[in-house]
């Protein structure tokens, strides 16, 4: 089974700080995203990277930052966290597409950051 | 821009009935549409992808159709139990990367 680990279930840190996000999937995907999930707004996609050191600006990379320097890692940057910045944090993963199709995403546990 | 929207946004039945979520996407241009489970305070699990060439696919007592054409997706599940209680969430992938999400259903089935 593919297993997407983020490295904190809950995290609280202070406006101004500049917070890391870890994500690592042990199943040699190309894909991989940021999400995060607000009550009322749902799931939106931050950033999101098909390749080493590659990165695509999502729908709301405002803020944010990543870093892909391996496969398997994948990690989202608050530069200076904002109270605006509090949420559920999903990370993901999917292997490339192939013979036509498109293969699934896999997500982690999620990563609920408060910022005070 | 794709739009994803799920009705209805919560449901609560009781334990043994048949029950059917929907989905519906503005754009049928999709490669995939997945459903997903979420547990409170929890990530996804994946329960069921539809490749765009598929009519439905099926898991135990999950089954998920697409209609493509119409822009719906339909997931039935069989006899609930109070197991099944979770939010079912809906996407599609229309770009082959990133998935757009509908909102959630947030089913309740009680004993």
């Known amino acids: ?116 | 821009k794709q739009e994803v929207t799920q009705i209805p946004a919560a449901l609560s039945v009781p334990e043994g009935e048949n029950l059917v979520l929907n989905c519906s996407f503005t754009d049928s241009a999709i490669y995939n549409l997945q459903w997903f489970r979420q547990d409170p305070g929890k990530g996804l699990t994946s329960l069921l992808l539809i490749q765009s060439s598929q009519r439905e696919q099926t898991s135990g007592r999950l089954n998920a159709s697409l209609d493509k054409s119409s822009g719906r997706s339909t997931l039935y599940i069989a006899a609930s139990q109070p197991g099944d209680s979770a939010t079912y969430l809906c996407a599609v992938n229309q770009a082959g990367t990133a998935l757009i999400f509908g909102k959630g259903t947030t089913l309740s089935v009680s004993s």
């Not at chain 1, 700080?17 to 994500?23: G, N, R």
């Open chain 1, 1 to 116: 089974d593919v297993k997407v680990t983020q490295s904190s279930r809950y995290l609280v840190k202070r406006t101004g700080e500049k917070v890391f996000l870890e994500c690592v999937q042990d199943m040699d995907h190309e894909n991989m995203f940021w999400y995060r999930q607000d009550p009322g707004l749902g799931l939106r996609l931050i950033y999101f990277s098909y390749d080493v050191k590659m990165k695509e600006k999502g729908d709301i990379p405002e803020g944010y930052s990543v870093s892909r320097e391996k496969k398997e890692r994948f990690s989202l940057i608050l530069e200076s966290a904002s109270t605006n910045q509090t949420s559920m944090y999903l990370c993901a993963s999917s292997s490339p597409t192939g013979s036509g199709l498109r293969r699934p995403q896999h997500f982690g546990d999620g990563t609920r950051l408060s910022i005070l």
